[in-house]
Each structure stands twice: as C-alpha cells, then as structure tokens.
C-alpha cells in the first residue's frame, strides 16, 4: 500500500512540474534511435537489441512518445522479442544553452515475443541528453521494467520485485 501511495504522489509531483507554456514548442517532434549487445566472455552466446521511439513534446519540458524495441538472442536457442510501450518524461534543460538535459519519467506498454512470456510492462526511467547541436543530441537511459504477467499475483510488489535494469545508449533528433 505504501508503494502504491508513493506512486501516486510521484506522479502528482510529476505533473505539477510540467510547464504549460503558451508559445509553440520549437522543433516538438523528436526520434531517436538506439541499441546494444551482450556476449558470454567466450563469445558463445549473444543479445542484441534495436530501439526507437517518436515523441512529441507538450510544453518545453513535458514530453509523450512512443517507444518500440526489438531484441534477438542466442544464448538459450534462437530468440526473438520484443515490446511497444507509451511514455512521459519530464525534462530539466541545464547549462548555458540547455545543452545538458537530464530527464525522470515512466513507461508502459507490452512485451512480447519468442523468449519472454508476453505481458504488460511497467517502468520508472531517468536519463540524460547531450545535445551536440541545437537538433541533435547522445542520450543514455535507465529503466526498472517490471511485469504484469497472468500467472503472477495479483501483488503489485511482487512484480516489482521480480524486475529487470535495461539500459539504452543512442542518438536523437528534434524537428
């Protein structure tokens, strides 16, 4: 119960952060691209995943997107998965020119595929992004994804305990 109070007071303090500017955002469409790999120290075994999401940002710093992946492994057979999920995060421009812009936020969606059991998924997320010109940016994410799956409880502290980090490294442009 504790858990579920403090989610809803995040999310209350979340939105009432969120500025609600009254001039047009400037360039408030945004793609970004990103991946990454893992192997076995003998290269026995790999992963690999692509990622990529459309988002559209509301005020300056308030922005929704929509975010797909796809993962492929080998580790255990051949395996493909993958998850569709919508987002909200809320961004915090720093430096001179607002070159610097950490982000917190949430996502939920479905995971789906050869290697996972599909279920819905949720996750807090933070990041950062470092624009390299005034419409390209290097991001970095974290996230806990936990899942809703059938054959769980119905606790929603056990499927958060029983969650997975998935980190995300990629390129992203405004327009």
């Avoid at 989610?7 to 047009?24: D, G, H, N, Q």
């Avoid at 459309?54 to 929704?64: A, Q, R």
């Avoid at 809703?148 to 998935?166: L, M, T």
């Amino acid at each position: 119960m504790l858990r579920k109070g403090l989610l809803v007071a995040a999310l209350a303090a979340f939105c009432s952060f969120a500025s609600t500017s009254k001039a047009a955002v400037v360039n408030p469409w945004e793609v970004t691209l990103g991946g990454g790999a893992a192997n076995t120290k003998d290269f026995e075994g790999f992963t690999a995943n692509l990622n990529g999401s459309l988002g559209y940002f509301l005020s300056d710093n308030l922005e929704v997107s929509v975010r797909q992946s796809v993962t492929y492994s080998d580790f255990f057979g051949s395996d493909w998965s993958g998850s569709t999920r919508a987002a909200i995060d809320l961004h915090f421009p720093l430096g001179e020119k607002g070159q610097f812009v950490p982000f917190i936020g949430a996502n939920i969606g479905y995971v789906y595929g050869d290697g996972v059991q599909d279920t819905f998924a949720a996750a807090p997320e933070a990041g950062i992004k470092v624009f390299v010109n005034a419409t390209t940016f290097i991001f970095v994410t974290a996230e806990y994804q936990f899942f809703f799956d059938q054959a769980a409880s119905d606790d929603v502290s056990n499927a958060f305990d029983d969650g997975q980090f998935v980190y995300t490294v990629g390129v992203g442009f405004r327009f």
